[in-house]
């Protein structure tokens, strides 16, 4: 898991508990793809074994920063439920950034062969060789075809993976970075009666669950651009000069203004107090905290602060002005290294196949709250999402999802950008200002004018 500048972020909490039992060949999806790990591995028809495999399998390793929680655990699973299905393969984790330390291993000579990276050092591994095309893989005799893509992945998520005329990249874990998480028991208490729709009606909710009193506050938020943007979004406002070309930021704007002025509104009243870092899980586990605004894999941590003192109720991004949401989606991605022999690269897309697939990605779901990638991960997601509301509220149709910036630059420009808005937050310039300053900067920053 990421966290709001796309370093890997370390999990606190407890391990999902409900899990179906996954270990079943998606024949009837038409995906070709191997199954996902189970409770008890199981093997499918997809990955039966020649009657006389090799004596010595062909070992590959794979880099992703989960180092403890709920996701190292699902991804030490996914990787045994691989082994004990693909005896001619063997990989071997190792919970180690590929983002933070795959080129440094790539130039030493001691790269992974699979990787779990953050798109802003996709540039850096292309320019220095460090990670192959996936397009020959893709297009090959083992690869997928249009349908299966169409089925597995979403358009915003295949188009995320995209690199002008290449395809370094295979989805692995989306999550939407603004969604609502709340206590039902302070709702019940405040006479609230259903998940927030609307941004108006998230600030009438938090106005109401602070006049409880008793150190009650509607609202514990880290300050974070992902839901400001969104926000800006669903009233009608723009982040960029257009999101197709987006190397110029456009905040200064009525949609964006309406959208400051509120968080700032609920700030000035009491009704929102912004913490640091992960401050917000804590008091939202104490119990005096009505609402967070959190990213979808947050449930796991969120909840698991809670300890089962209350039940904690889901709502996806909710809608301004415009009448519509916005959800900005960010989560790592699969490469392969450019290294190996020809053996162990065709045992790394086998691998990569298998972690991008639809029943592996739904258990990886199940157990973090990231997002479905695609059609069929969602169809298998239903009985779960059926018995685990908070969480099945938490998707929101892919029509409206989007991703930040492939820059490098992006990271600087973020970081100006969300300095500006904790001054604006806490009273220190006015809205209006804020967004001027976030335009220069963040433009400047995002040109690569200015240096982070």
Same mark, same amino acid.
């Given at each position: 898991?990421?966290?709001?500048?796309?370093?890997?972020?370390?999990?606190?909490?407890?391990?999902?508990?409900?899990?179906?039992?996954?270990?079943?060949?998606?024949?009837?999806?038409?995906?070709?793809?191997?199954?996902?790990?189970?409770?008890?591995?199981?093997? /499918?028809?997809?990955?039966?074994?020649?009657?006389?495999?090799?004596?010595?399998?062909?070992?590959?390793?794979?880099?992703?920063?989960?180092?403890?929680?709920?996701?190292?655990?699902?991804?030490?699973?996914?990787?045994?439920?691989?082994?004990?299905?693909?005896?001619?393969?063997?990989?071997?984790?190792?919970?180690?950034?590929?983002?933070?330390?795959?080129?440094?291993?790539?130039?030493?000579?001691?790269?992974?062969?699979?990787?779990?990276?953050?798109?802003?050092?996709?540039?850096?591994?292309?320019?220095?060789?460090?990670?192959?095309?996936?397009?020959?893989?893709?297009?090959?005799? /083992?690869?997928?075809?249009?349908?299966?893509?169409?089925?597995?992945?979403?358009?915003?998520?295949?188009?995320?993976?995209?690199?002008?005329?290449?395809?370094?990249?295979?989805?692995?874990?989306?999550?939407?970075?603004?969604?609502?998480?709340?206590?039902?028991?302070?709702?019940?208490?405040?006479?609230?009666?259903?998940?927030?729709?609307?941004?108006?009606?998230?600030?009438?909710?938090?106005?109401?669950?602070?006049?409880?009193?008793?150190?009650?506050?509607?609202?514990?938020?880290?300050?974070?651009?992902?839901?400001?943007?969104?926000?800006?979004?669903?009233?009608?406002?723009?982040?960029?000069?257009?999101?197709?070309?987006?190397?110029?930021?456009?905040?200064?704007?009525?949609?964006?203004?309406?959208?400051?002025?509120?968080?700032?509104?609920?700030?000035?009243?009491?009704?929102?107090?912004?913490?640091?870092?992960?401050?917000?899980?804590?008091?939202?586990?104490?119990?005096?905290?009505?609402?967070?605004?959190?990213?979808?894999?947050?449930?796991?941590?969120?909840?698991?602060?809670?300890?089962?003192?209350?039940?904690?109720?889901?709502?996806?991004?909710?809608?301004?002005?415009?009448?519509?949401? /916005?959800?900005?989606?960010?989560?790592?991605?699969?490469?392969?290294?450019?290294?190996?022999?020809?053996?162990?690269?065709?045992?790394?897309?086998?691998?990569?196949?298998?972690?991008?697939?639809?029943?592996?990605?739904?258990?990886?779901?199940?157990?973090?709250?990231?997002?479905?990638?695609?059609?069929?991960?969602?169809?298998?997601?239903?009985?779960?999402?059926?018995?685990?509301?908070?969480?099945?509220?938490?998707?929101?149709?892919?029509?409206?999802?989007?991703?930040?910036?492939? /820059?490098?630059?992006?990271?600087?420009?973020?970081?100006?950008?969300?300095?500006?808005?904790?001054?604006?937050?806490?009273?220190?310039?006015?809205?209006?200002?804020?967004?001027?300053?976030?335009?220069?900067?963040?433009?400047?920053?995002?040109?690569?004018?200015?240096?982070?």
């Amino acid at each position: 898991m990421t966290d709001r500048t796309g370093t890997n972020r370390r999990p606190r909490g407890r391990f999902a508990a409900a899990t179906l039992a996954l270990g079943v060949a998606l024949a009837g999806c038409g995906t070709g793809h191997s199954a996902a790990p189970s409770a008890t591995p199981a093997q /499918s028809s997809a990955s039966t074994p020649a009657a006389s495999p090799p004596s010595t399998p062909v070992q590959i390793t794979y880099w992703a920063g989960h180092s403890s929680g709920a996701l190292h655990k699902a991804v030490v699973a996914e990787v045994a439920q691989f082994n004990a299905t693909h005896p001619t393969i063997h990989v071997t984790f190792d919970a180690t950034g590929a983002s933070v330390h795959g080129l440094a291993a790539f130039e030493a000579g001691k790269a992974p062969n699979v990787g779990m990276i953050n798109h802003a050092v996709l540039g850096q591994l292309v320019s220095a060789h460090a990670i192959l095309d996936l397009k020959t893989y893709i297009d090959g005799a /083992s690869g997928l075809s249009a349908s299966q893509i169409s089925a597995d992945y979403y358009p915003a998520v295949w188009a995320d993976m995209q690199t002008g005329a290449h395809q370094y990249l295979m989805p692995l874990e989306k999550k939407a970075l603004t969604v609502i998480y709340y206590n039902e028991s302070l709702f019940k208490q405040a006479g609230i009666t259903a998940a927030p729709a609307t941004w108006q009606q998230v600030a009438a909710d938090a106005q109401k669950i602070t006049a409880l009193g008793s150190g009650d506050h509607g609202i514990a938020w880290t300050p974070s651009l992902r839901p400001f943007f969104d926000m800006v979004i669903s009233d009608g406002g723009a982040v960029f000069t257009t999101q197709t070309n987006r190397q110029t930021f456009s905040l200064n704007n009525a949609g964006a203004l309406a959208a400051l002025n509120l968080l700032r509104g609920l700030v000035a009243s009491g009704d929102m107090i912004l913490t640091t870092g992960y401050g917000y899980q804590q008091d939202f586990g104490v119990g005096k905290i009505g609402i967070l605004i959190d990213a979808s894999a947050g449930y796991t941590y969120d909840n698991g602060s809670v300890g089962g003192k209350f039940v904690v109720g889901g709502a996806s991004a909710p809608s301004g002005s415009s009448g519509h949401s /916005s959800a900005m989606m960010n989560g790592e991605s699969l490469a392969m290294f450019n290294t190996g022999t020809a053996a162990q690269q065709a045992a790394s897309w086998t691998f990569i196949k298998y972690l991008s697939s639809p029943s592996t990605n739904t258990y990886w779901d199940q157990h973090t709250n990231y997002l479905p990638l695609g059609p069929a991960a969602y169809t298998l997601m239903k009985p779960y999402y059926a018995k685990n509301t908070a969480e099945a509220a938490t998707y929101s149709t892919p029509s409206g999802w989007w991703f930040a910036p492939r /820059s490098p630059n992006y990271a600087a420009a973020y970081t100006a950008l969300t300095g500006i808005l904790d001054q604006a937050l806490n009273g220190k310039i006015q809205p209006q200002q804020a967004l001027i300053e976030m335009d220069t900067q963040g433009t400047q920053y995002l040109s690569g004018k200015v240096r982070g």
